[in-house]
């Protein structure tokens, strides 16, 4: 006769996040996006609609934007991910955040940190052009305002001379 299978409450989890090891032991059922901030302490990654509409919580995931509130932490088990704090060492900006700053596209802020991931998840070879980047940026919504700066900023990151249009992803 089998054993009967008891429900699995809690897993042990290893993962990298923005470059360092992480071991934990995690309810099954919490969110990437709970992990990261409540455990982890990362609150740049942003919880908004909780249905992967908003793209607020979007981390980097072996290398895709992915929403961190729509993947539990043990499906990260083996992964890497990066959040918003691992763009760019302590105490500076990546250049993708320095467009931001410059061009003001920054508004309440709340939703930046999703855009400036999805972002460095991507190849800026392959989004050129404003009616791409906003093809791009249409999983991101920002409440504040419209979205020129942000796309100012993008293009300014982006553009041929700049050291994130040569490093093959977004610019970290």
């Not at 059922?29 to 942003?46: E, V």
């Not at 249905?51 to 509130?69: E, N």
């Not at 855009?115 to 791009?136: N, S, V, Y």
């Not at 409440?143 to 020129?148: A, E």
Request: hydrophobic content about 40%.
């Amino acid at each position: 006769m089998p054993a009967a299978l008891e429900p699995v409450e809690q897993e042990d989890i290893a993962l990298e996040v923005n470059g360092e090891r992480v071991e934990h032991r995690v309810p099954v059922r919490r969110l990437l996006a709970d992990f990261l901030r409540d455990d982890l302490g990362l609150t740049g990654t942003h919880l908004g609609c909780e249905h992967g509409v908003c793209g607020a919580c979007t981390v980097v995931m072996d290398g895709a934007a992915v929403r961190s509130c729509l993947i539990l932490a043990v499906q990260a088990d083996g992964r890497h991910v990066s959040t918003v704090e691992g763009l760019a060492p302590a105490g500076s900006l990546s250049d993708l955040q320095e467009a931001f700053r410059a061009c003001h596209a920054l508004q309440c802020g709340f939703c930046t940190p999703g855009f400036l991931m999805t972002l460095h998840a991507e190849d800026p070879a392959e989004w050129q052009g404003e009616d791409r980047i906003r093809e791009l940026l249409s999983g991101n919504l920002c409440r504040c305002t419209g979205y020129s700066t942000i796309v100012d900023a993008v293009k300014a990151a982006w553009a041929s001379d700049s050291p994130a249009a040569s490093s093959g992803k977004g610019g970290a």
